[in-house]
């Protein structure tokens, strides 16, 4: 399942993704928002999005914002999330090769349409590659984030 979110910088990006991930027949729950809001709050929707997607190792999130700097920081701040904010396909593919990320955020301000369905494409399209090295360096992580 994907879970999808966005501000008002991402919500016109969100709704044009949302209709291609339907369409390639993906189960999508969005949570919003419904209608474009201006003044709406990034971290409630980076937050839910996050929390649902931690419920189940199978669900991954896709948050959009301006930036994709804002939403990152928060869906990172709940423990079994690594989010990464990728403006390009090359990190999208790292990010879930080497780090086995679970939450996708594109920057709508500086991705186009087409950039963006190759940065999703991609990181839809890859695996967690296993190897020692990329499982020791995630238990780390989640060392870091039961001490923190």
């Not at 494409?121 to 060392?143: C, D, M, N, Q, V």
């Given at each position: 399942?994907?879970?999808?979110?966005?501000?008002?910088?991402?919500?016109?990006?969100?709704?044009?993704?949302?209709?291609?991930?339907?369409?390639?027949?993906?189960?999508?729950?969005?949570?919003?928002?419904?209608?474009?809001?201006?003044?709406?709050?990034?971290?409630?929707?980076?937050?839910?999005?996050?929390?649902?997607?931690?419920?189940?190792?199978?669900?991954?999130?896709?948050?959009?914002?301006?930036?994709?700097?804002?939403?990152?920081?928060?869906?990172?701040?709940?423990?079994?999330?690594?989010?990464?904010?990728?403006?390009?396909?090359?990190?999208?593919?790292?990010?879930?090769?080497?780090?086995?990320?679970?939450i996708?955020?594109?920057?709508?301000?500086f991705?186009?349409?087409?950039?963006?369905?190759?940065?999703?494409?991609?990181?839809?399209?890859?695996?967690?590659?296993?190897?020692?090295?990329?499982?020791?360096r995630?238990?780390?992580?989640?060392?870091?984030?039961?001490?923190?």
């Amino acid at each position: 399942m994907l879970v999808l979110g966005a501000d008002h910088g991402g919500y016109a990006l969100k709704e044009y993704v949302k209709r291609g991930l339907l369409s390639q027949g993906l189960a999508v729950v969005d949570i919003g928002p419904e209608r474009f809001t201006k003044d709406d709050d990034y971290p409630i929707i980076a937050a839910e999005v996050a929390k649902r997607v931690r419920r189940t190792s199978e669900s991954r999130g896709i948050l959009i914002c301006g930036s994709g700097v804002g939403m990152s920081l928060v869906a990172n701040k709940f423990s079994g999330i690594r989010a990464v904010n990728a403006w390009h396909p090359k990190i999208a593919f790292r990010a879930r090769q080497e780090e086995d990320v679970n939450i996708l955020v594109l920057p709508a301000n500086f991705v186009t349409r087409a950039v963006a369905e190759k940065i999703l494409a991609t990181w839809l399209g890859t695996s967690f590659k296993r190897i020692p090295r990329y499982r020791r360096r995630l238990g780390e992580i989640a060392r870091i984030e039961h001490h923190a």
